[in-house]
């Protein structure tokens, strides 16, 4: 184990059997899945640039190409469904959620950036991430819009998306900023119950709200990891790629902790 990002022994176990097993014939590899993580992993902590990954690192391009065929076949996502199932069973929960909450977080983007637009709200250019969470905060999905996009049609798009993976929730809870014509659309479409938790005007300052400051949490989980406190990410689909992977990180940790 070279940097503290570095998968241990214990972790990989967990899932080297989700990616292909070499073959009889062919080229031997010259770097393994594991050294290839290890490169992502390094770039999420640090929020390095990809040509600053470490020397004794597999080179930057080879760990770029890496992440984004294993974001285009898929296999990203499914380490992460497969994980969090697992960590939900470790939590006395069910494998598939029943219920979850809905919110978006806007982050700054680089000038090198694809679309992005601006937040006039936050007062934020750059993207918005909108996530789904379940009630112990693990991420079901992602998607990540332009800032100028409202809430409340970013999370059509994301929730069209999540009904047809999870038709198990059947409760949703989301702030202020999805009330309205969002809710009868996601009972008429996911038949599903969409509760607008609300802020109190007679309190002041900080205070928890019920159920709202689960995804809360799960926003403060992923500002752990420097590359996401910023959308450097040309493409979208990237983001969201590193987003899955820095949830898999968590939850790699969590599950061997148990």
Known sequence: MRYTSDLTDSEWNLISYCFPKPTATGRPREHSY???LDGIF???HTGCQWR???????????????????EDNGLLEQIHTHL????RLLAGRKRRPSAGVLDSQSVKSSETCGERGYDAGKKINGRKRHIVVDTLGLLLMVMVLPANIQDRDGARQLL?????????????????????????WVQRVGRCVLEIVR???????????????????????????RR??????????VAEAMVYLAMSRLMLRRWVKN
């Open 42 to 44: 390094y770039l999420l």
């Open 199 to 225: 802020r109190s005007d007679t309190v002041r300052g900080f205070t928890v709200l019920p159920r709202r400051w689960v995804v809360e949490r799960t926003f403060a989980w992923l500002g752990r990891f």
């Open 52 to 70: 600053d990954l470490p020397k004794d690192m597999p080179p930057w391009s080879t760990v770029y190409t890496y992440l984004r065929r294993w």
């Open 84 to 87: 969090r199932e697992h960590v």
């Open 34 to 36: 594991r050294n290839l």
């Open 228 to 237: 996401l406190n910023r959308d450097y990410e040309r493409r979208a689909d």
């Open 160 to 184: 069209a998306k999540v009904f047809r993976v999870y038709g198990s929730l059947r409760c949703l809870w989301a702030d202020g900023g999805y009330a309205g014509a969002l809710v009868g």
